[in-house]
């Protein structure tokens, strides 16, 4: 083992910066002189503007003020200030010398600016379930400050006629307040009443209606309670709800879905009822109640006995949690008043059922009753994922809540049209300074995805009147998005996987210059047309250089090894025994094959039969899962990786030996250097040999990749690293890769606002298309 150096005195003061965007009814109110009052009282630096995008905020100071800064914005506003998005990151210092108020910026964003949905305002809340008031119980009830926005506008201006609440005449009482400038819903758009606006129905499986109105609420709650299976036609789609405390309704849930052991979303009735169950940090809870409303990944509580059942999400120590976020939500939920699986409306990977005749047809198998409403959908928004990993927010699926606000740019750059990636795809459009990234998508697999990304991108097209001048893809020659964008008659710019993740990653936290890029995932075509995905990147303006990547192993089966870690597994120990794994060894591994998958798999490595090399960070993972013995086949990708973080114990500080050249057999010829991971699974075989448990084995493994990472840092002394790809979703890597980066003097940068994984790919594309079609000297650029 490799002891590894702590440092015992306490960590030198790092001051940081926090940019915060807040959208919404914030001008006018005295938003900006509270912001100065808060930030003079916390003795912070910065500044505070407006402009026609919603207040902008810069603040300084130690992480713990900042953080407590955040959420007393949000907790203190001013009465009339309502916060409709609020959205944060953190950035490197300026050295602002003081607080303060600067100018109105009337140049500011001209690009009108789309909001998400918003989740349920306190006012409305209050009206809903207020008997005397004329909206009581009303499922559709909104106003200027939330409701939906993105998934009922059709184009814009943003004006009723302009959205699929044009079907609903107002009655005279809703064009009253409409007409109102002191009204709450002066020009709410969707403003409407029980008397003239969309209502609900329950139907059968058949599209006959059983009730209405809040008849049909109690009636699909009733069924829930009974074990039943109901479609509910929400905000931007179809949710599928069951009784999240039996086992019996959940088992029943994945045999109709067909998703095996993916774990399941679950809305609860209130905070309490979240609290029994998980731990809710200040950041989470604000998560929870925020206008973006997400689904959170909380840490189960282990004390208590959870209020739902094993089954929605096996051998998970996290629970994806949401709140109630749209007056049907909080109506069901309060007839329900206990916590149901809310998972999206669609068979495994297909995107979210939007409209209830298609829905008759789609979920026809998997629901027993229908809750639907009239009021179209637009287009589907997938509910978001969000965590807190090192006391910031990571948005890991970016969609309601988020979509389609844009990512800033210091300066603008054509009209470029990114069309992500294969799987988790989005799709980007850039407009002047702003990036607009669409919501999330889904696997490009099947012809319904492939649909939905061509609706995407035509609606994300007409939406901003872009026509875009250039399009970026993935390298990959076969992915459909590629191929999409190939049949468009624009130049394609064609975008390396992994340098689209660091374009991501710096676009957010807005660097520049040169920095390490440190890409790991499942997979990504490379530019020798081997599998990458464990890459450091050398990157600079002009486009990257692959510095270091890990030792390539053979995956028998290719995508048959993505669902078997096994295969992965024998394909890593095949590297460093070679045939003589199949003499005379006995990993415990290999007795879940059958004897003749040995043999067919054998001759395949051999002969290299569809057997592609690969340099996947995320395929090692699963192989040393695999040989733990902790999974051989997986229900879905990255769950065997998963299960290897869970399973690391904290407390673990030593690490496997690193597999690399030693440093005086460096030459200075810019050779790749190669991470070889094999001395790593020896430790482990040995480790396992000696009957140690996986937690220790789990820890160390993800300690020693931590240790390549400062390790290969320090050689190529770059001081700013760059964490992305979909391994960087994991929590234990991401948070010692920053702490021990941190340690030893780097300046380590990952994901807030922009998924990790291939959700951030189509910014990245934007950012790496833009800057290889700006001219600039000796540029060896990503091969547009
Ligand atoms: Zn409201
Ligand atoms: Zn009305
Ligand atoms: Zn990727």
Known sequence: MVPLARREEPPPVVIQRVRITIRGAVQGVGFRPFVYRLASEMSLKGWVSNSAGGVFIEAESEKPQLEEFVLRLAGEKPPRAVIQSLEFSYLDPAGFAAFEIRPSDPTGDRVALILPDIATCGDCLREIFDPRDRRYRYPFTNCTNCGPRYSIIESLPYDRDNTSMRLFRMCADCEREYEDPRDRRFHAQPNACPVCGPQVELWDCAGRKTAAGHDAICEAAQRILVGGIVAVKGLGGFHILADARSEEAVLQLRRRKRRGKKPFAVMYPSMDAVRHDCEVGRLEHRLLLSPESPIVLLRRATATTGLVSEEVAPGNPYLGVMLPYSPLHHLLMREIAFPVVATSGNLSEEPICTDEQEALHRLRDIADVFLIHNRPIVRHVDDSIARVLLARELVLRRARGYAPLPVAVREPVPNILAVGGHLKNTVALSVGRNIFISQHIGDLENDESLEAFHRVIKSLCRLYQSEPVQLASDLHPDYLSTRYACAQHHPVAAIQHHYAHVCACMAE???????????????????????????????????????????????????????????????????????????????????????????????????????????????????????????????????????????????????????????????????????????????????????????????????????????????????????????????????????????????????????????????????AAARASTPQAGAHGPGA
């Not at 440093?663 to 790749?672: G, P, V």
């Not at 948070?735 to 340690?743: D, H, K, N, W, Y």
Request: aromatic residues 8%.
């Open 509 to 767: 936290n807005e660097i520049e210059g040169r920095v390490l890029g440190v890409a790991w995932d499942g997979t990504g075509f490379g530019t020798d047309g081997t599998v990458w995905g464990g890459e450091f990147l050398l990157t600079d303006d002009t486009g990257y250089r692959r510095a270091a990547s890990f030792r390539a192993f053979a995956l028998p089966g290719g995508e048959q090894a993505v669902r078997e870690p096994r295969r992965a597994a024998l394909g890593v120990i095949h590297a460093m025994l070679g045939d003589d794994l199949f003499e005379g060894h006995d990993f415990p591994f290999m007795r879940s094959f059958k004897e003749t998958e040995l043999t067919v798999l054998r001759q395949m490595l051999r002969r290299r039969i569809n057997s592609p090399m690969t340099t996947s960070a995320g395929r090692l993972f699963d192989a040393v899962a695999a040989i733990t013995g902790l999974r051989q086949i997986v229900d879905f990708e990255g769950q065997a990786a998963m299960e290897l973080e869970f399973a690391a114990a904290d407390a673990v500080d030593d690490a496997y030996p690193l597999g690399l050249p030693a440093m005086d057999a460096r030459d200075s010829s810019n050779a790749m250097l190669i991470f070889d991971w094999g001395p790593a699974v020896s430790a482990v075989i040995q480790d396992l040999r000696d009957g140690l448990p996986e937690e220790l084995i789990s820890a160390r493994f993800h300690n020693t990749l931590v240790e390549a990472i400062v390790e290969i840092a320090q050689r190529l002394g770059e001081s700013r690293v760059v964490l992305t790809g979909g391994c960087f979703q994991n929590r234990y890597l991401t948070e010692r890769a920053v702490r021990r980066l941190s340690e030893t003097g780097f300046r380590p940068y990952w994901h807030q606002r922009v998924p990790p994984n291939d959700g951030g790919i189509s910014l990245g594309q934007v950012i």
